[in-house]
């Protein structure tokens, strides 16, 4: 298949794209490099020996996709392209807003004009917001408990409006549990412009001497070891998910969505202890306050996702430390480095 994947060189879709490669799709990636580097292609050319194509510029500009669309053609289109940071999102709803929920619209419009209507679009577990019940699964209740997380809610509700108004669009709402882990070959992984947001990165950073220690943010949590529990999943998992739901696309109808999480809770302090143990590094870490808005645990029941996708998880907590532990090694500074 022809293949459009925006944000195709940000963290989860460059190793997506090289998945897509592999399983012989073509590829083109619209990104504006906001929060990513165009030497990605470099590496997932190293990887799979074929360079995808890149058009550098915003799902939001009409004109640019329209070309892109009219140049490429694609069949599908994986929709990755978006702003993520939470804290920021706080700070600066309106440019969460405009930049993921109308950049999104302004997209299907034009997707819409070319006849284009498969869709599988990034959501995240935010959207179940502080989870009453575990494990969680698609139907438990949605809520958002911060402006990223509502952009992601609102896109999922004009997927769900778009596909009742016209029954030949089919959408697959991906909805990650907690990505982590980076290629196997030590060559692409999560770079983070700024303070990571994650775990992992923030741990592979204190191992590689860019920040001094891990601050865990409260150990008085109902959990096994008082820190907050998570479902990490790791990043080649996700891509593999992507793939299984662009395959599937025509036995689903409508607009449907998709829990990616393996299933298994893993604590902070699990986290850093399974972290050293494989690599042998020392995390030195701090216990600090709570944060505001973080829930004590969430993890998904991932048997939807197998039964309609044939999609499991294949990568354990192990290798998704080794890997990101590689990754960042060569490559102290990420992809500037
Ligand atoms: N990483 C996570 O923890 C996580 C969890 C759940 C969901 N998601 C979602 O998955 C998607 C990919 O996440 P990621 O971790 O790979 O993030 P990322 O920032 O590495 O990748 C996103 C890419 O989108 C590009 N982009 C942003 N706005 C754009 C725009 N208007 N036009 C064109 N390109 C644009 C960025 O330059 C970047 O390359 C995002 O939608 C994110 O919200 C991520």
Redesign the pocket.
């Given at each position: 298949m022809k293949v459009l994947v925006?944000?195709g060189?940000?963290?989860?879709?460059s190793h997506t794209v090289v998945e897509l490669i592999e399983a012989g799709h073509e590829v083109v990636i619209?990104?504006?490099?906001?929060?990513?580097q165009p030497v990605v292609v470099d590496r997932i050319s190293q990887i799979t020996g074929t360079s995808p194509t890149l058009a550098v510029?915003?799902?939001?500009d009409p004109d640019l996709v329209d070309r892109v669309l009219t140049e490429y053609e694609p069949e599908v289109v994986i929709h990755?392209?978006?702003?993520?940071a939470v804290g920021e999102s706080v700070a600066q709803p309106l440019r969460y807003y405009r930049?993921n929920v109308s950049?999104t619209i302004t997209l299907l419009e034009r997707l819409d004009a070319h006849e284009i209507r498969k869709l599988v679009f990034?959501?995240?577990?935010?959207v179940y917001g502080d989870p009453q019940t575990l494990p969680i699964t698609e139907d438990a209740p949605l809520s958002a408990v911060n402006p990223?997380g509502g952009t992601?809610l609102q896109i999922e509700q004009v997927l769900r409006d778009v596909a009742v108004s016209d029954d030949r669009w089919r959408f697959a709402a991906l909805r990650?549990f907690?990505?982590a882990g980076a290629h196997v070959s030590g060559l692409m992984g999560?770079d983070p412009t700024d303070t990571p947001?994650?775990l992992l990165p923030y741990i592979t950073q204190v191992a590689v001497g860019r920040r001094e220690k891990v601050r865990v943010f409260g150990d008085d949590y109902d959990t096994p070891d008082g820190t907050g529990v998570r479902d990490y999943v790791h990043v080649v998992d996700l891509a593999r998910g992507h793939l299984a739901a662009i395959e599937t696309m025509s036995e689903h109808r409508g607009f449907d969505a998709w829990n990616l999480g393996t299933g298994v809770g893993t604590s902070v302090l699990e986290l850093i202890n399974t972290f050293s143990e494989v690599n042998g590094v020392e995390v030195p870490y701090e216990i600090v306050d709570r944060r505001s808005g973080d829930s004590a645990s969430s993890y998904t029941d991932p048997a939807k996702a197998h039964r309609d996708l044939g999609w499991k998880a294949t990568h354990d907590l192990a290798a998704m430390c080794r890997d990101s532990w590689r990754w960042q090694s060569q490559n102290p500074e990420g992809y500037g480095g």
């Open positions: 925006t944000g060189t940000g963290y989860i879709g619209l990104d504006n490099l906001v929060n990513s510029g915003d799902i939001g990755f392209a978006g702003l993520k930049n950049g990034s959501s995240s577990a935010t990223y992601k990650y907690n990505p999560e947001n994650n």
